[in-house]
C-alpha cells in the first residue's frame, strides 16, 4: 500500500476500508514517531502545589504547546482516569491544563482515548470554571486491530482507533507503584489504549489464567513487561506529561495503599525519558526495570539521561 | 499445613460445582457478609454490589490481580457507597481458599505505615482506607479522602463486616520460625510476586518453594522458604549456591559452617544456608551481622 504522499488520518482511512489491519513499526508515516526536538529541553520537572499551573510551565518549558500542537490539529490524550482511590489516577487538574494549551493553540478536536468515568472531571473544583473547555473533550469508542511485526510477545493489538487517527498524541499518566511490574507510567499507560482482551494478553499470552496458575507466576510478570514494551512500538507519544504529585507508593495499581506526595509534574517529549526520570519517585532504579531494559532493546528511547536534557523548576 | 496450589484449585473448582448442584451461588456467601441496610447511618450504596470470579478480578484491580492469583483466590466483592456530600467509600472482600492466603495478602499489603485497629483479626488504618483479615477473608475499605466523615464511614463499614463473619483462621505454621524479637515486620509469602521488596532476580528459581516468611529486622532481613523436603532444598542450595559463586553480580563467594555468604553489586552482604526442607536468607548492609542473623536462626530451624 503506498503511503509516501498521504497523510496520517487517510492512511487509517485506507487500510480500514481495505479490511485490512495495520502493521505498526514500519509502515505507519514516520510524521507519526515521537522525540523530535523542539526547545531547549527535552524533559522539565516543575515542583509546587499549583498543579494546573505547573503544568503549563513545564511544558513551556519544551517550547510551549504551539511547538507539538498546530492549529487545525486533533489530539488525542490518554489519561489515567479509571480508579477511584487517592494517589491512583492523573490529578485532573494536568490533563485540563493540557486541554487548555491545546485549545490555545488551535487544536479543532479534543479527544480522550480512554474513556474518563463522569466523575473524573469532578474531582477538581476547576471542573466549573472550565465546563466549556470539559465540554469540547469527546470520547469515540472505537477498536482497530493492529499487527506488531517487531513484538516480540505481543504480535497483535486491539487499540483505540483514536490513538492512530488523532494528529497529536498526548500520554498523560500517574507513575505508582504496581504490583506486577513494580510501578506504572507512560509505557504501561499504552495499556488505557488497548481492548480488554488484549490487556489479558499482556498477563497471560494466549493461555487462560488457570492454566497459568500451574506454570507459575514469575514468567508472567516478564511477559507483561516485554508486551508492554512492544505495544508501544504501535505509537509513542509527541509529549508525556506524568502526574507525580500525590501517588500511591505500595499495593497499585488499584490500592489502597501508602502516598507519597512529590508535588512534581513533569513534561517530556520521550516517553522512555519520563519513565527513567520519574520512577525515583518510588525509590526504584530505572536500570532494574524489565520494562524500561526491553524498550530500549527495541530501539526507542535514550540510553541514560545522561542524553536527556532536563530541566528542573 | 501446606496445601499445593494445584490442590487448592483443584478443591476449589469442585467446591464452585457443588456449591451451583446446591442451587446456591458462590457469590451468595460474599453478599451475606456485607453491611445491612441500617448498619450505615448516612451512607447508600451507590454500585454494586458486583461479584468477582477467577479472571474477573483483572477487571476491577488490573493487574493487581495477579497477587491475588499467587496466594489462592475465589472470588470478590466489591461496592462503592456514598453519603450526601459526596463522599464514597469502596468496599471490597476478598475470599481466598484458605486463613494462610487471606492473611498473605494481608501480610503484603498492610505495609509498616498503617496503626494497627481492632478489626478482624488483624487489622491497620491509614488516613484513608482500612484493611483486615479474618478467615478466609481479606478486606479493604478505602475512603474518596482523609475527612472525619469518611473515616467515620470506613469504621462503620468494617464494624459490620467484622460482625458478619463469624470463624477465624490460623496464621501459617512458618511464620513461627522467625525469631519475634526485634521483628518490624513480617510476611507470609507463597510465590516470587511476594518476594518483590527484596531486589534478588536470582530467586526467580526458587518458584518451586512450597511457602515461605519474609521478616524485616533493625539493619537485617530474613528470607525462610520451605521446598517440602530436604531433598528439594538440598537440590536448591546447590543451584543458588552455583549462582552465587558464577555470577558476576556478586563477589567475595564463601562457604564456611554451612553458610554460603557473598556481596552483590549493590554491597548488600546475602548468607543462605539450607537446613532440613528450609533455605535461609539474611541480607544486610553489613556482612557480620548477615551471618550472625543466619547462624542465630539456623541453629533453631527444625531438621525434618
New interface residues.
Given amino acids: 500500500m503506498e503511503h509516501d504522499n498521504i497523510d496520517r488520518r487517510e492512511f487509517v482511512k485506507r487500510c480500514v476500508l481495505a479490511g485490512a489491519g495495520i502493521v505498526a513499526g514500519n509502515v505507519i508515516p514516520a510524521a507519526i514517531a515521537d522525540g523530535m526536538q523542539h526547545g531547549k529541553y527535552d524533559l522539565c520537572a516543575v515542583r509546587g502545589d499549583r498543579f494546573f499551573d505547573n503544568t503549563m510551565k513545564a511544558v513551556d518549558a519544551l517550547g510551549g504547546m504551539q511547538a507539538f500542537v498546530q492549529r487545525g490539529n486533533t489530539v488525542g490524550l490518554l489519561i489515567n482516569s479509571p480508579w477511584n482511590s487517592p494517589g491512583t489516577f492523573t490529578n485532573p487538574e494536568i490533563p485540563l491544563a493540557v486541554v487548555k494549551m491545546c485549545l490555545d493553540a488551535g487544536a479543532k478536536e479534543i479527544y480522550t482515548i480512554h474513556e474518563a468515568p463522569k466523575h473524573y472531571w469532578k474531582r477538581t473544583r476547576l471542573s466549573e470554571k472550565m465546563s466549556s473547555e470539559i465540554g469540547r473533550i469527546q470520547h469515540v469508542d472505537e477498536m482497530i486491530e493492529v499487527s506488531i511485526e517487531k513484538g516480540k510477545s505481543l504480535k497483535q493489538a486491539d487499540i483505540s482507533k483514536s490513538l492512530l487517527s488523532c494528529d497529536v498524541f498526548i500520554n498523560i499518566p500517574i507513575i505508582k507503584d504496581h504490583e506486577g511490574t513494580r510501578y506504572t507510567c507512560t509505557l504501561k499507560n499504552m495499556m488505557g489504549a488497548c481492548s480488554g482482551s488484549t490487556c489479558r494478553r499482556f498477563h497471560f499470552g494466549d493461555s487462560s489464567g488457570i492454566t497459568s496458575v500451574f506454570k507459575g507466576y514469575y514468567s508472567n510478570v516478564e511477559l507483561l513487561a516485554q508486551s508492554i514494551a512492544d505495544v508501544n512500538l504501535i505509537r509513542r507519544p509527541s509529549l508525556s506529561i506524568v502526574d507525580a504529585t500525590e501517588i500511591l507508593a505500595t499495593n497499585g495499581p488499584s490500592g489502597p495503599g501508602d502516598i507519597r506526595k512529590p508535588h512534581e509534574v513533569i513534561a517530556a517529549t520521550d516517553c522512555v525519558a519520563a519513565e527513567m526520570y520519574s520512577v525515583k519517585h518510588l525509590g526504584l532504579n530505572w536500570e532494574d526495570l524489565p520494562v524500561i531494559r526491553y524498550a530500549l532493546q527495541h530501539g526507542y528511547g535514550p540510553r541514560s539521561l545522561k542524553e536527556v536534557r532536563i530541566k528542573n523548576i | 499445613m501446606h496445601t499445593s496450589?494445584?490442590t487448592l484449585?483443584v478443591a476449589a473448582l469442585l467446591l464452585a460445582g457443588a456449591t451451583s448442584a446446591l442451587g446456591q451461588s458462590p457469590g451468595d456467601s460474599l453478599l451475606r457478609l456485607l453491611p445491612r441496610p441500617g448498619d450505615l447511618h448516612g451512607w447508600s450504596t451507590l454500585e454494586g454490589p458486583r461479584i468477582y470470579n477467577?479472571?474477573d478480578l483483572?477487571?476491577?484491580?488490573?493487574?493487581?490481580?495477579?497477587?491475588f492469583?499467587?496466594y489462592g483466590y475465589r472470588r470478590t466483592v466489591a461496592v462503592?457507597y456514598r453519603d450526601a456530600d459526596d463522599k464514597?467509600i469502596?468496599l471490597e472482600i476478598y475470599e481466598m481458599q484458605d486463613p494462610e492466603g487471606a492473611y498473605g495478602i494481608y501480610s503484603i499489603?498492610s505495609?509498616e505505615?498503617g496503626r494497627a485497629a481492632e478489626f478482624g483479626q488483624e487489622s491497620i488504618v491509614?488516613?484513608?482506607?482500612i484493611?483486615f483479615w479474618k478467615s478466609t477473608y481479606y478486606i479493604?475499605i478505602?475512603g474518596?479522602?482523609t475527612s472525619a466523615g469518611c473515616r467515620r464511614g470506613l469504621e462503620m463499614v468494617a464494624k459490620a463486616i467484622d460482625r458478619n463473619i463469624s470463624t477465624v483462621g490460623e496464621r501459617p505454621r512458618i511464620l513461627s520460625l522467625l525469631p519475634r524479637r526485634h521483628l518490624i515486620k513480617q510476611s507470609f509469602v507463597r510465590?516470587?510476586?511476594g518476594l518483590?521488596s527484596i531486589?534478588m532476580p536470582e530467586l526467580?528459581d526458587l518458584?518451586r518453594f512450597t511457602e515461605g516468611t519474609l521478616g524485616k529486622y533493625p539493619g537485617y532481613t530474613l528470607l525462610l522458604l520451605s521446598y517440602g523436603d530436604s531433598a528439594n532444598a538440598r537440590i536448591h542450595f546447590a543451584g543458588i549456591t552455583e549462582d552465587f559463586r558464577s555470577s558476576q553480580r556478586f563477589r567475595r563467594f564463601r562457604f564456611a559452617d554451612r553458610i554460603v555468604s557473598v556481596t552483590d553489586d549493590r554491597r548488600r552482604s546475602i548468607c543462605v544456608s539450607q537446613s532440613g526442607q528450609y533455605l535461609l536468607y539474611s541480607l544486610s548492609a553489613r556482612a557480620s551481622t548477615a551471618r550472625r542473623a543466619c547462624k542465630r536462626v539456623l541453629d533453631s530451624l527444625p531438621r525434618l
Avoid: P
Fill in positions: 496450589r494445584h484449585l477467577g479472571e483483572f477487571q476491577l484491580i488490573d493487574g493487581g490481580a495477579v497477587l492469583l499467587e462503592e464514597s469502596n499489603r505495609g505505615n491509614n488516613s484513608y482506607f484493611m479493604t478505602g474518596s479522602d510465590g516470587t510476586l518483590s531486589y526467580k518458584s
